[in-house]
Protein backbone atom coordinates (compact mmCIF):
# COMPACT_ATOMS: atom_id res chain seq x y z
CA UNK A 1 0.00 0.00 0.00
CA UNK A 2 1.33 3.46 -1.11
CA UNK A 3 0.70 5.70 2.29
CA UNK A 4 1.18 9.30 1.05
CA UNK A 5 3.63 11.66 3.06
CA UNK A 6 2.58 14.69 3.20
CA UNK A 7 3.98 17.94 4.89
CA UNK A 8 7.11 18.28 7.32
CA UNK A 9 6.85 18.95 10.71
CA UNK A 10 8.91 21.91 12.10
CA UNK A 11 11.99 21.15 13.57
CA UNK A 12 13.11 18.72 15.83
CA UNK A 13 10.87 15.66 14.14
CA UNK A 14 12.70 15.37 11.03
CA UNK A 15 16.07 15.24 12.60
CA UNK A 16 14.74 12.46 15.40
CA UNK A 17 12.53 11.03 12.88
CA UNK A 18 15.35 9.87 10.68
CA UNK A 19 17.96 9.19 13.61
CA UNK A 20 15.31 6.74 14.39
CA UNK A 21 15.12 5.37 10.93
CA UNK A 22 18.33 3.81 12.25
CA UNK A 23 17.13 1.31 14.56
CA UNK A 24 13.36 0.95 13.33
CA UNK A 25 12.69 0.19 9.87
CA UNK A 26 9.17 2.32 8.65
CA UNK A 27 6.12 -0.03 9.50
CA UNK A 28 4.57 -1.20 6.16
CA UNK A 29 1.40 -2.15 5.56
CA UNK A 30 1.00 -6.06 4.86
CA UNK A 31 -1.84 -7.36 2.96
CA UNK A 32 -1.63 -11.02 4.43
CA UNK A 33 -3.41 -11.69 7.48
CA UNK A 34 -0.44 -12.97 9.99
CA UNK A 35 0.07 -15.62 11.63
CA UNK A 36 -1.68 -15.86 15.11
CA UNK A 37 -0.68 -17.41 18.62
CA UNK A 38 0.94 -20.92 18.13
CA UNK A 39 -2.37 -23.09 19.62
CA UNK A 40 0.81 -24.65 21.49
CA UNK A 41 1.51 -22.08 23.22
CA UNK A 42 -1.19 -21.54 25.88
CA UNK A 43 -0.91 -18.96 28.51
CA UNK A 44 -3.18 -17.00 30.44
CA UNK A 45 -1.91 -13.45 29.79
CA UNK A 46 -5.06 -11.96 31.50
CA UNK A 47 -4.37 -13.68 34.52
CA UNK A 48 -0.50 -12.78 34.31
CA UNK A 49 -1.86 -9.23 33.82
CA UNK A 50 -3.71 -9.34 36.61
CA UNK A 51 -1.82 -10.91 38.97
CA UNK A 52 1.47 -8.65 37.91
CA UNK A 53 -0.59 -5.28 38.27
CA UNK A 54 -2.14 -6.25 41.75
CA UNK A 55 1.41 -6.54 43.10
CA UNK A 56 2.47 -3.23 41.32
CA UNK A 57 -0.94 -1.39 42.88
CA UNK A 58 0.19 -3.05 46.25
CA UNK A 59 3.73 -1.71 45.77
CA UNK A 60 2.68 1.67 44.52
CA UNK A 61 0.43 1.79 47.66
CA UNK A 62 3.29 1.73 50.09
CA UNK A 63 5.41 3.72 47.97
CA UNK A 64 3.30 6.99 47.91
CA UNK A 65 1.71 7.21 51.87
CA UNK A 66 -0.45 10.16 52.14
CA UNK A 67 1.21 12.56 54.24
CA UNK A 68 1.51 16.18 54.24
CA UNK A 69 1.13 17.87 52.24
CA UNK A 70 -2.09 16.23 52.26
CA UNK A 71 -3.67 17.86 49.21
CA UNK A 72 -0.64 17.19 46.95
CA UNK A 73 -0.24 13.36 48.40
CA UNK A 74 -4.10 13.39 47.55
CA UNK A 75 -3.51 14.30 44.26
CA UNK A 76 -0.62 12.50 43.64
CA UNK A 77 -2.17 9.02 44.95
CA UNK A 78 -5.72 9.69 43.06
CA UNK A 79 -3.82 9.77 39.63
CA UNK A 80 -1.31 6.82 40.45
CA UNK A 81 -3.37 4.34 41.91
CA UNK A 82 -6.22 4.93 39.48
CA UNK A 83 -7.16 1.83 37.55
CA UNK A 84 -4.36 1.71 34.78
CA UNK A 85 -3.40 -1.26 32.92
CA UNK A 86 0.12 -1.06 34.55
CA UNK A 87 1.65 -2.14 31.17
CA UNK A 88 4.89 -0.66 31.40
CA UNK A 89 5.86 -1.53 35.25
CA UNK A 90 4.75 -5.41 33.84
CA UNK A 91 6.88 -4.87 31.28
CA UNK A 92 9.98 -4.22 33.60
CA UNK A 93 8.76 -6.97 36.04
CA UNK A 94 8.98 -9.51 32.88
CA UNK A 95 11.76 -8.20 31.62
CA UNK A 96 13.62 -9.04 34.58
CA UNK A 97 12.07 -12.60 34.93
CA UNK A 98 13.26 -13.35 31.49
CA UNK A 99 16.96 -13.04 32.47
CA UNK A 100 16.46 -14.73 35.88
CA UNK A 101 16.59 -12.28 37.86
CA UNK A 102 13.60 -11.58 40.63
CA UNK A 103 10.87 -9.40 41.03
CA UNK A 104 11.83 -7.85 43.72
CA UNK A 105 14.85 -6.70 42.79
CA UNK A 106 12.81 -5.00 40.03
CA UNK A 107 10.00 -3.56 41.85
CA UNK A 108 11.01 0.25 42.63
CA UNK A 109 12.02 0.61 39.02
CA UNK A 110 8.59 -0.96 37.58
CA UNK A 111 7.10 1.83 40.03
CA UNK A 112 8.50 4.41 39.07
CA UNK A 113 8.12 4.18 35.28
CA UNK A 114 4.92 3.60 36.32
CA UNK A 115 4.94 6.89 38.44
CA UNK A 116 6.75 8.63 35.05
CA UNK A 117 3.90 7.56 32.72
CA UNK A 118 0.94 8.82 35.47
CA UNK A 119 3.05 12.39 35.38
CA UNK A 120 2.59 12.86 31.74
CA UNK A 121 -1.12 11.59 31.40
CA UNK A 122 -1.77 13.92 34.40
CA UNK A 123 0.35 16.57 32.33
CA UNK A 124 -1.00 15.83 29.50
CA UNK A 125 -4.63 16.07 30.30
CA UNK A 126 -4.27 19.65 31.04
CA UNK A 127 -6.85 22.58 29.32
CA UNK A 128 -3.03 23.89 28.03
CA UNK A 129 -1.97 20.54 26.34
CA UNK A 130 -4.68 17.89 25.34
CA UNK A 131 -7.44 19.00 27.42
CA UNK A 132 -9.11 16.11 28.23
CA UNK A 133 -11.29 15.59 31.37
CA UNK A 134 -11.77 12.02 31.95
CA UNK A 135 -8.65 9.48 32.67
CA UNK A 136 -8.96 6.25 33.38
CA UNK A 137 -12.39 6.22 33.75
CA UNK A 138 -12.15 9.26 36.15
CA UNK A 139 -12.73 12.74 36.19
CA UNK A 140 -9.10 13.71 35.36
CA UNK A 141 -6.62 15.00 37.58
CA UNK A 142 -6.77 18.77 37.26
CA UNK A 143 -11.12 18.58 37.38
CA UNK A 144 -10.80 16.84 40.81
CA UNK A 145 -8.01 18.70 42.41
CA UNK A 146 -7.58 21.74 40.15
CA UNK A 147 -5.05 23.15 37.33
CA UNK A 148 -2.12 24.39 39.93
CA UNK A 149 -2.04 21.23 41.86
CA UNK A 150 -2.26 18.66 39.17
CA UNK A 151 0.81 20.21 37.44
CA UNK A 152 2.67 20.05 41.17
CA UNK A 153 0.90 16.65 41.05
CA UNK A 154 2.75 15.84 38.36
CA UNK A 155 5.88 17.32 39.20
CA UNK A 156 5.81 15.54 42.43
CA UNK A 157 5.15 12.24 40.96
CA UNK A 158 8.73 12.41 38.24
CA UNK A 159 10.89 13.57 41.24
CA UNK A 160 9.70 11.12 43.47
CA UNK A 161 9.74 7.82 40.40
CA UNK A 162 13.43 8.92 40.75
CA UNK A 163 13.67 9.19 44.33
CA UNK A 164 12.22 5.69 44.90
CA UNK A 165 14.44 3.46 41.82
CA UNK A 166 17.42 5.36 44.10
CA UNK A 167 16.17 4.65 47.30
CA UNK A 168 14.08 1.76 47.43
CA UNK A 169 15.90 -0.89 45.50
CA UNK A 170 18.05 -3.40 46.71
CA UNK A 171 20.73 -3.99 44.06
CA UNK A 172 23.74 -3.51 42.89
CA UNK A 173 24.34 0.14 42.62
CA UNK A 174 25.78 0.32 39.15
CA UNK A 175 22.68 -1.36 38.02
CA UNK A 176 20.20 1.28 39.76
CA UNK A 177 22.22 4.72 38.32
CA UNK A 178 22.22 3.01 34.92
CA UNK A 179 18.20 2.22 35.98
CA UNK A 180 17.49 5.83 36.83
CA UNK A 181 19.59 7.24 33.90
CA UNK A 182 17.54 5.33 31.42
CA UNK A 183 14.41 6.64 32.87
CA UNK A 184 15.38 10.20 32.81
CA UNK A 185 16.83 10.32 29.11
CA UNK A 186 13.49 8.41 27.58
CA UNK A 187 11.33 11.35 29.49
CA UNK A 188 13.79 14.15 29.11
CA UNK A 189 14.15 15.93 26.16
CA UNK A 190 15.00 14.00 23.52
CA UNK A 191 12.03 11.12 24.59
CA UNK A 192 8.42 11.74 25.56
CA UNK A 193 9.07 15.42 26.15
CA UNK A 194 10.25 15.98 22.16
CA UNK A 195 7.73 13.80 21.11
CA UNK A 196 4.68 15.75 23.03
CA UNK A 197 6.58 18.64 21.13
CA UNK A 198 6.41 17.18 18.00
CA UNK A 199 2.99 16.39 18.58
CA UNK A 200 2.46 20.08 19.45
CA UNK A 201 4.01 21.50 16.67
CA UNK A 202 2.05 19.18 14.28
CA UNK A 203 -0.91 20.33 15.58
CA UNK A 204 -3.83 21.22 12.75
CA UNK A 205 -1.49 20.10 10.03
CA UNK A 206 -1.43 17.27 7.78
CA UNK A 207 1.54 14.43 8.40
CA UNK A 208 2.50 11.49 6.98
CA UNK A 209 3.09 8.11 8.48
CA UNK A 210 6.84 8.97 9.22
CA UNK A 211 6.02 12.03 11.07
CA UNK A 212 3.08 10.28 12.69
CA UNK A 213 5.65 7.35 13.61
CA UNK A 214 8.18 9.55 14.95
CA UNK A 215 5.71 11.56 17.43
CA UNK A 216 4.71 8.02 18.49
CA UNK A 217 7.70 6.63 19.01
CA UNK A 218 8.85 9.17 21.41
CA UNK A 219 5.73 10.42 22.77
CA UNK A 220 4.77 6.42 23.67
CA UNK A 221 7.45 4.13 22.98
CA UNK A 222 10.45 5.95 24.72
CA UNK A 223 9.59 5.03 28.04
CA UNK A 224 8.51 1.51 26.84
CA UNK A 225 11.87 0.80 25.62
CA UNK A 226 12.97 2.08 28.62
CA UNK A 227 10.89 -0.15 31.41
CA UNK A 228 11.74 -3.07 29.01
CA UNK A 229 15.40 -2.24 29.14
CA UNK A 230 15.67 -1.58 32.92
CA UNK A 231 14.14 -4.72 33.53
CA UNK A 232 16.77 -6.44 31.81
CA UNK A 233 19.53 -4.29 33.97
CA UNK A 234 17.60 -5.02 37.28
CA UNK A 235 18.06 -9.03 36.74
CA UNK A 236 22.00 -8.51 35.85
CA UNK A 237 21.33 -8.95 32.15
CA UNK A 238 24.14 -8.81 29.11
CA UNK A 239 24.19 -6.08 27.00
CA UNK A 240 22.79 -7.73 23.92
CA UNK A 241 20.05 -8.72 25.86
CA UNK A 242 19.56 -4.80 27.02
CA UNK A 243 19.22 -4.22 23.65
CA UNK A 244 16.82 -6.57 22.45
CA UNK A 245 14.21 -6.05 25.34
CA UNK A 246 14.81 -2.29 24.36
CA UNK A 247 13.26 -3.09 20.67
CA UNK A 248 10.55 -4.96 22.05
CA UNK A 249 9.79 -2.33 23.87
CA UNK A 250 9.61 -0.17 21.05
CA UNK A 251 7.67 -1.80 18.97
CA UNK A 252 5.13 -2.51 21.85
CA UNK A 253 4.95 1.08 22.36
CA UNK A 254 4.38 1.87 18.30
CA UNK A 255 1.70 -1.28 19.10
CA UNK A 256 0.40 0.67 21.78
CA UNK A 257 -0.56 3.94 19.88
CA UNK A 258 -2.07 1.92 16.81
CA UNK A 259 -4.10 -0.26 19.11
CA UNK A 260 -5.10 3.38 20.61
CA UNK A 261 -6.15 5.24 17.70
CA UNK A 262 -8.14 2.48 16.51
CA UNK A 263 -9.86 2.54 19.78
CA UNK A 264 -10.64 6.21 19.34
CA UNK A 265 -12.98 4.81 16.42
CA UNK A 266 -13.76 1.90 17.51
CA UNK A 267 -14.67 2.47 21.18
CA UNK A 268 -17.23 4.45 23.27
CA UNK A 269 -16.16 6.71 25.99
CA UNK A 270 -16.84 4.62 28.84
CA UNK A 271 -15.31 1.69 27.25
CA UNK A 272 -12.21 3.66 27.19
CA UNK A 273 -12.70 5.33 30.45
CA UNK A 274 -11.59 8.47 28.35
CA UNK A 275 -13.55 10.77 26.09
CA UNK A 276 -13.68 8.53 22.45
CA UNK A 277 -13.41 9.86 19.30
CA UNK A 278 -11.08 12.76 20.82
CA UNK A 279 -8.45 12.08 17.94
CA UNK A 280 -10.91 12.88 14.87
CA UNK A 281 -12.43 15.66 16.67
CA UNK A 282 -9.17 17.86 17.16
CA UNK A 283 -7.94 16.89 13.59
CA UNK A 284 -5.59 14.75 14.57
CA UNK A 285 -3.77 12.35 12.40
CA UNK A 286 -3.95 9.12 13.46
CA UNK A 287 -3.10 5.42 11.84
CA UNK A 288 -6.79 4.65 10.70
CA UNK A 289 -6.96 8.24 9.26
CA UNK A 290 -3.74 7.80 7.21
CA UNK A 291 -4.10 3.97 6.28
CA UNK A 292 -7.86 2.89 6.91
CA UNK A 293 -9.11 1.30 10.34
CA UNK A 294 -8.39 -2.40 8.36
CA UNK A 295 -4.81 -1.33 7.30
CA UNK A 296 -4.17 -0.36 10.76
CA UNK A 297 -4.95 -3.44 12.35
CA UNK A 298 -2.84 -5.06 9.62
CA UNK A 299 0.28 -2.96 11.01
CA UNK A 300 -0.78 -4.03 14.43
CA UNK A 301 -0.46 -7.50 13.24
CA UNK A 302 2.78 -6.79 11.78
CA UNK A 303 4.40 -4.95 15.09
CA UNK A 304 2.83 -8.04 17.24
CA UNK A 305 5.26 -10.03 15.01
CA UNK A 306 8.42 -7.69 15.20
CA UNK A 307 8.03 -8.04 19.16
CA UNK A 308 8.18 -11.97 18.87
CA UNK A 309 10.98 -11.53 16.96
CA UNK A 310 12.48 -9.44 19.23
CA UNK A 311 12.36 -12.84 21.68
CA UNK A 312 13.23 -15.58 19.87
CA UNK A 313 16.87 -16.83 21.48
CA UNK A 314 15.42 -16.31 24.88
CA UNK A 315 14.25 -19.27 27.29
CA UNK A 316 10.84 -20.13 25.84
CA UNK A 317 9.30 -20.18 29.26
CA UNK A 318 10.32 -17.35 30.25
CA UNK A 319 9.46 -15.41 27.65
CA UNK A 320 6.04 -16.47 27.39
CA UNK A 321 4.56 -13.22 29.41
CA UNK A 322 6.33 -11.35 27.12
CA UNK A 323 5.19 -13.20 23.74
CA UNK A 324 1.51 -13.05 24.63
CA UNK A 325 1.56 -9.78 25.98
CA UNK A 326 2.24 -7.89 22.49
CA UNK A 327 -1.06 -10.01 21.52
CA UNK A 328 -2.73 -8.90 24.49
CA UNK A 329 -2.05 -4.93 23.38
CA UNK A 330 -3.28 -5.98 19.96
CA UNK A 331 -6.19 -7.55 21.41
CA UNK A 332 -6.91 -5.02 24.33
CA UNK A 333 -10.48 -4.38 22.39
CA UNK A 334 -11.57 -7.74 22.95
CA UNK A 335 -10.49 -7.50 26.83
CA UNK A 336 -11.78 -4.13 27.50
C1 LIG B 1 6.71 16.89 32.04
C2 LIG B 1 8.60 15.32 31.40
C3 LIG B 1 7.22 15.78 31.21
C4 LIG B 1 6.45 15.17 30.28
C5 LIG B 1 5.06 15.49 29.99
C6 LIG B 1 2.37 15.69 28.45
C7 LIG B 1 3.63 14.99 28.08
C8 LIG B 1 4.91 15.60 28.50
C9 LIG B 1 3.66 13.85 27.40
C10 LIG B 1 2.43 13.12 26.99
C11 LIG B 1 2.74 11.66 26.96
C12 LIG B 1 1.53 10.85 26.67
C13 LIG B 1 0.26 11.12 27.41
C14 LIG B 1 1.63 9.86 25.79
C15 LIG B 1 0.55 8.92 25.49
C16 LIG B 1 0.97 7.59 26.04
C17 LIG B 1 -0.13 6.58 26.08
C18 LIG B 1 -0.23 5.59 24.97
C19 LIG B 1 -0.97 6.56 27.10
C20 LIG B 1 -1.94 5.50 27.37
O1 LIG B 1 -1.20 4.45 27.96
P1 LIG B 1 -1.93 3.17 28.53
O2 LIG B 1 -2.85 2.63 27.46
O3 LIG B 1 -2.82 3.80 29.66
O4 LIG B 1 -0.90 2.22 29.05
P2 LIG B 1 -3.10 3.29 31.16
O5 LIG B 1 -4.16 4.24 31.66
O6 LIG B 1 -3.63 1.87 31.09
O7 LIG B 1 -1.82 3.38 31.92
Redesign the pocket.
Known amino acids: MNVPVMTTCPSPSWSLASRRRRFLPAVRCVSSVPKVADEADLFDLKQYMAEKARRVDAALDRALPLRPPERLFAAMRYSLL???????PVLTLAACELVGGDESAAMPVACAA?M???????????PC??NDDV??GRPANHVAFGEGFAVLA??AL?CFAYEHAAAATRAPPDRVLRAVAELGRA??AE???A??IM?IECEGKEVGLEVLEGI?LH??AK?MEAAAACGVIMGGGREEEVERLRRYGRVL?LL??V??DIMDVTKTTEEL??TAGKDSACGKTTYPKLLGLEAAGRVAEELVGKAEEELQGFDRNRARPLRHLARY?AN?ARYN
Open positions: SPGKRVREIHVMSLIHDDLIDRRGDHTGGLLGQDHKTLGCQVDGKIL
